[in-house]
């Protein structure tokens, strides 16, 4: 059985995550991949559930750690009947966020800390980690600029001002830095099928997969 892969998308509000994230499964299922395609907060009943709670409601609704707390609950529930499953039987799993948005929006922005959530992720993720992560990076305003054209009541984050999203954006390039073998940084300001490319080209060397880029969003 060929071995299952874990591909996570991480990046701040606007950064493209969920268009890439369907490019991405377009190609893959082009080179004859069916990745199972999933997010976070929610992917599995339960941790939808918890997925509410966090992106809808009033911005200080929680302290940091309280929503770091939610944020690993759906992540023990989504580990433990969707992804890990899934892994077992050799699929690939394309998942739109993972723990590093823990790390980068509690853990940096909201000012927990890194230790509190390297110590949650150690009891729920444990030695489990992405076999590539794409952090998509674009500046604070085009970001939130592209956020604010969506109809949707999931945007407590977006709520939280632009101060915080610069900080937003500094934890998620240092969390790349941090972990050059797994991260990689795709400048997310390029138009669509640019950034497309630019992520094919990285799953295609890093993960060693004969991969082609799509035509383009409709195609």
Same mark, same amino acid.
């Given at each position: 059985m060929r071995p299952g892969r874990f591909i996570t998308f991480e990046g701040g509000e606007g950064g493209g995550k969920t268009t890439q994230v369907a490019l991405? +499964?377009?190609?893959? $299922?082009?080179? #004859?991949?069916?990745?199972?395609?999933?997010?976070?907060?929610?992917? &599995?009943?339960?941790?939808?559930?918890?997925?509410?709670? %966090?992106?809808?409601?009033? +911005?200080?609704?929680?302290d940091a750690l309280t929503e770091s707390l939610l944020h690993f609950a759906a992540r023990q529930d989504h580990l433990t009947r969707v992804v890990r499953p899934a892994m077992r039987e050799g699929r690939w799993v394309v998942c739109d966020r993972f723990a590093d948005s823990t790390m980068a929006?509690? #853990?940096?922005?909201? #000012?927990?800390?890194? $230790?509190?959530?390297?110590? %949650?992720?150690?009891? +729920?993720?444990?030695s489990f980690v992405p076999d590539l992560t794409l952090v998509l990076d674009l500046p604070v305003a085009e970001?939130?600029?592209?956020?604010? %054209?969506?109809? &949707?009541?999931?945007?407590?984050? *977006?709520?939280?001002? *632009?101060?915080?999203? *610069?900080? %937003?954006? &500094?934890?998620?390039?240092?969390?790349?830095?941090?972990?050059?073998?797994?991260?990689?940084?795709?400048?997310?300001?390029?138009?669509?099928?640019?950034?497309?490319?630019?992520i094919v080209s990285l799953v295609r060397e890093r993960l060693d997969v004969p991969l082609e880029a799509c035509d383009g969003p409709g195609s």
């Open positions: 991405l +499964v377009r190609s893959l $299922e082009k080179a #004859g991949i069916s990745p199972l395609t999933t997010r976070e907060p929610g992917g &599995s009943p339960g941790a939808e559930i918890i997925r509410r709670l %966090l992106v809808e409601g009033d +911005v200080g609704r929680w929006y509690q #853990g940096y922005a909201q #000012g927990l800390g890194r $230790e509190p959530v390297e110590a %949650l992720h150690r009891l +729920v993720v444990g970001g939130l600029r592209r956020a604010g %054209l969506r109809t &949707s009541a999931e945007d407590r984050y *977006e709520r939280m001002g *632009e101060a915080f999203h *610069e900080t %937003l954006r &500094s934890a998620f390039l240092d969390i790349a830095r941090r972990n050059p073998g797994r991260c990689a940084v795709v400048p997310a300001a390029a138009p669509v099928e640019e950034v497309h490319r630019a």
